[in-house]
């Protein structure tokens, strides 16, 4: 029997089955970040892919009506301008392959905003995310009492800014202020409903920040968790509720100040490189103003533009100089999305941020008090911290644009094409 003669009730039933086995493998995303590349690679690779095994057996239009979302167009932008730079400036020593892979975190997003037609995409994600957390608190805490996490990785992959460290600090600190306040009642007719357990998982997050000791994770999780208080503040007036989530906060923070204090987590003088990094990512967008250097070509031009010495070092208090000539990116967002994809990145980028950031603020049929903290992570994080066009990162952002844009009616932006 061939595929088209398949009876339409079947075709149903196992358009259903991959509808909800792509939800799942976007729900996992934040566990696939602790496993590794190898995790969230799969998870978007098998996430795309059984969409479009979806597509050919429900015969139907894929993502049909899916262009009037408000996120479809300036992320399919934003891809074609990666796309378009890499073409005019050329492949890096990464090659073709690397920008132009970057398209499986569009379909990924693209696939999952479709299938939040049909599914509740927003509660998936919602315990996929409190999932996340409790495996990277259990990996971290196997990691430091037998010195191997559950998948046999060394301690030291958790005590450094890099590898496991790294990940779970950005996926933590977006997690920390989103479940933190959660706890809290919408009124006092559900106050008896307020769960606590929300709560743990928040705390669970910003002590998961604090123990890999990234500066620019701890700034964040904080900012969110100021920002998002605030917001309910404004739109509950709890005032003594609020102070449940304050307290342990105000205490962790002073905590890790003091056992914190000598090592070089509260230095300045990594902040004297950061600027050297960006007076060379200045350098070279303006040189290409208009689409950057391209992302696989960044680290080499970076490594070109300072050893040139066109770029002088950075003298910080007591004479030493600082000047970096090998990085891999800018570590500011604004900085890599210019000197990698130039103005025209910027502006696409601008477009689905902005975008995403309305949908939030004005959306209907989503808790504001979920997502609200989001952007302000996000931009806090990008001051000094984490490359916008790692995989992993890529991986975490498409994780959230899809909440947000799935969280609204989706049929409210669906068109007959």
């Known amino acids: 029997m061939s595929l088209w003669n398949v009876p339409e009730n079947t075709r149903h039933a196992w358009s259903e089955r991959l509808d909800k086995f792509c939800v799942i493998c976007g729900a996992l995303v934040p566990a696939g970040l602790v496993v590794g590349n190898i995790g969230f690679e799969s998870l978007v690779s098998l996430g795309g892919l059984g969409w479009i095994v979806r597509w050919f057996i429900s015969r139907e239009r894929p993502g049909q009506g899916l262009w009037a979302h408000p996120l479809v167009k300036p992320w399919l932008l934003w891809y074609l301008v990666i796309v378009t730079s890499m073409i005019f400036n050329g492949p890096g020593s990464k ?16 696939a999952l905003l479709d299938i939040s037609r049909r599914i509740p995409v927003p509660s998936y994600f919602f315990y996929g995310l409190a999932a996340g957390v409790i495996w990277a608190a259990l990996n971290t805490l196997s990691a430091y009492i037998f010195h191997y996490d559950l998948l046999g990785k060394p301690l030291v992959r958790y005590t ?28 006092r007719r559900r106050a008896h409903q307020g769960k606590l357990w929300r709560n743990g998982i928040g705390i669970a ?15 964040a999780a904080c900012a969110g968790i100021m920002f998002q208080a605030a917001w309910i503040l404004g739109q509950r007036r709890t005032f003594k509720k609020l102070v449940y989530v304050f307290l342990p906060v105000a205490v962790a923070a002073l905590v890790s100040f003091y056992f914190f204090r000598k090592t070089t987590i509260f230095s300045l003088s990594h902040l004297y490189d950061r600027i050297y990094y960006w007076k060379v990512a ?4 303006t040189e290409h103003p208009v689409l950057g250097v391209g992302i696989s070509s960044f680290q080499d031009v970076y490594k070109q533009v300072a050893s040139s010495g066109a770029v002088s070092g950075v003298v910080a208090p007591g004479g030493v100089v600082h000047e970096v000539l090998e990085e891999t990116h800018a570590h500011n967002l604004i900085f890599m999305l210019l000197a990698s994809t130039g103005l025209a990145g910027l502006g696409a980028f601008a477009w689905l941020f902005i975008n995403a950031l309305r949908m939030i603020i004005r959306g209907a049929g989503v808790t504001p008090v979920e997502l609200v903290s989001w952007p302000v992570v996000f931009l806090v994080m990008g001051l000094t911290g984490f490359n916008i066009y790692h995989s992993w990162y890529q991986a975490l952002l498409t994780f959230f644009l899809v909440w947000i844009g799935s969280a609204h009616d989706p049929k409210r932006f669906t068109a007959e094409d």
Do not use: C, N
């Not at 997050?205 to 700034?219: D, G, P, Y």
């Open 95 to 110: 090659g073709w392959g690397h920008d132009l892979i970057f398209f499986r975190y569009f379909l990924f997003g693209f």
């Open 160 to 187: 450094g800014k890099l590898k496991e460290a790294s990940r779970i600090s950005a996926m933590a600190a977006y997690a920390a202020p989103l479940f933190s306040l959660l706890g809290i009642p919408r009124s």
């Open 205 to 219: 997050a910003f002590l998961l920040v604090l123990q890999t000791h990234v500066r620019t994770s701890f700034l």
């Open 282 to 285: 200045w350098a070279m967008w």
